[in-house]
């Protein structure tokens, strides 16, 4: 029988409690030195079924004693492991988890392979050690196979793949959320089950990610799903990006977004290169092309949008992009990362991208995408040799030039000077033609060209005010609207002529 205890315990059941432990915080498992306080506390909640009872009670030190808060221990341990987790990058997915879990042994194995016979309105799945026969359903618009099972986590991968034309993971996991959900999920039924795909001899699950990564923690170990067999793979990566993006409460970070449609599109692009139909191949013949490809279920704004993804996966996927790893993975910056895709989207790309699609036949030397798409990496390129490549996350706030750097790369800041600059690398590369203006970069450029705009960025990011004190008036007008911002800075000397070389 338990020994039931206040909630006040005495010093022989403190005593009764290390002799079970040891002098070890049940928070991480390190040692407690001696002459140390030693905290006791619930491992599970006392309000969720955790008696106050010896074998519910664990030691801790006093340090994650105070961090825990009103956290019940487990949860508390929990939650110190998933930052553990998270500190691997912003870029995690379930498939990431497994891995951490069996690498901590906490998992034998996930992903094993399996087979697939299908027989009239069933389908037996099978691996090594293990066989189960389920119901097979037919989707009404589809016609697509699939089932439902109650799968182990062994049979499971993730849908995301190192060439990300292949994989269907839609979206990174959220700290936040995979903790919340391990502590809703300590109580509460799962209403809807993961879905997935099975891939040659594999279940790869491409949605409800969050879900299993939250119950790997409550102890669960199987899960149930609904598993696609051959679906096809080009509307369901649409479906799947609507699911997530326009009918979800959790949308997409835009990294993934982008990163998602301009993949879909890229492969599309070469597809219809490739087509031999005697036709000339232009972007804007792309556009027709997919339209009856898809029997034009995609309007012309969700189109355009999936080229404007495109273009900007072709330059942060560049391999010589030198602040390929300062892009945030989520829709927020961060002290490490202080670009995002969307920031980039409304400044750099806006001004210097052009972001609709040409009528140039893609065989004749008037195409210039692939220069557009180097001059523009080689822009970037600049900001990070006059600028962020000497970002520092761990900057003390009274250093100045991270000070600078953070003014120049507020998101309202790269907005408005990235304006500015556009105006002033049409007048050093002497563009007089309305079109040639809306298209700056869509031209092969010599390296006088390029020396010529690195010192335009080089003034930009020398310019004084950049540097001005703590708490100076630039601080406030940066958090205001473009137009304020970009009033503000050429009223104080950041001018089209001062970036193209005039005096301050």
């Excluded at 498992?29 to 010896?54: C, M, N, Q, W, Y």
């Excluded at 409460?249 to 449609?261: C, E, G, H, N, P």
């Excluded at 600028?387 to 991270?402: E, F, H, I, R, V």
Aim: charged share 30%; aromatic share 10%; with cysteine.
């Amino acid at each position: 029988m338990a020994i039931m205890l206040k909630r006040q315990i005495s010093d022989d059941e403190k005593a009764e409690i290390l002799k079970m432990h040891g002098r070890k915080c049940f928070a991480t498992g390190h040692t407690i030195p001696e002459g140390d306080p030693v905290h006791f506390d619930h491992i599970r909640a006392f309000g969720t079924a955790g008696l106050t009872e010896i074998q519910n009670i664990a030691p801790m030190c006093e340090q994650h004693n105070l961090q825990k808060g009103q956290l019940p221990l487990e949860d508390f341990r929990v939650k110190l492991r998933l930052q553990e987790f998270f500190t691997g990058g912003d870029s995690q997915t379930l498939r990431h988890m497994l891995e951490y879990l069996q690498l901590a042994g906490e998992l034998d194995e996930f992903g094993q392979s399996v087979s697939a016979t299908e027989n009239a309105d069933t389908i037996v799945i099978e691996s090594a050690h293990w066989t189960r026969e389920y119901t097979l359903y037919e989707c009404a618009t589809t016609g697509w196979k699939y089932f439902y099972a109650t799968l182990p986590v062994q049979l499971l991968d993730s849908d995301d793949e190192k060439d990300p034309n292949m994989g269907l993971q839609p979206r990174y996991l959220i700290f936040d959320k995979v903790f919340k959900m391990y502590r809703h999920f300590q109580m509460h039924p799962v209403l809807q089950p993961s879905i997935g795909r099975i891939v040659g001899s594999q279940i790869r699950l491409f949605d409800g990610q969050h879900k299993i990564a939250a119950l790997l923690w409550t102890g669960r170990r199987e899960f149930k799903c609904k598993i696609y067999l051959a679906p096809e793979l080009r509307l369901l990566n649409q479906t799947n990006i609507a699911a997530h993006d326009k009918f979800a409460q959790t949308r997409f970070y835009s990294s993934i977004m982008v990163m998602k449609l301009g993949s879909q599109f890229g492969a599309d692009f070469e597809e219809y290169k490739s087509l031999e139909d005697g036709e000339p191949k232009s972007e804007a013949g792309l556009m027709a092309f997919l339209d009856r490809k898809d029997n034009q279920s995609l309007t012309k704004a969700e189109r355009n949008r999936q080229f404007r993804s495109y273009l900007y996966n072709s330059v942060l996927d560049a391999p010589d992009n030198k602040c390929r790893q300062l892009l945030s993975a989520s829709n927020r910056s961060t002290d490490e990362r202080p670009l995002t895709i969307d920031m980039l989207s409304k400044s750099v790309f806006q001004s210097f991208l052009y972001r609709h699609p040409v009528e140039e036949d893609m065989a004749t030397d008037a195409y210039r995408r692939q220069s557009e798409i180097e001059n523009t990496v080689a822009l970037m390129n600049m900001l990070h040799d006059h600028a962020l490549g000497s970002w520092d996350a761990k900057a003390s706030p009274a250093d100045s030039n991270q000070r600078r750097l953070s003014r120049m790369f507020r998101s309202k800041s790269i907005m408005a000077w990235s304006e500015l600059l556009r105006d002033a690398v049409c007048g050093k590369l002497d563009l007089q033609d309305t079109e040639d203006r809306a298209r700056p970069f869509y031209r092969d450029l010599r390296p006088e060209q390029l020396e010529q705009i690195s010192a335009v960025v080089e003034r930009l990011a020398k310019w004084k005010f950049w540097r001005a004190p703590a708490k100076d008036e630039i601080d406030r007008i940066l958090a205001d609207n473009k137009s304020a911002v970009k009033d503000w800075l050429k009223k104080h000397g950041l001018t089209t002529g001062y970036l193209m070389g005039a005096p301050e």
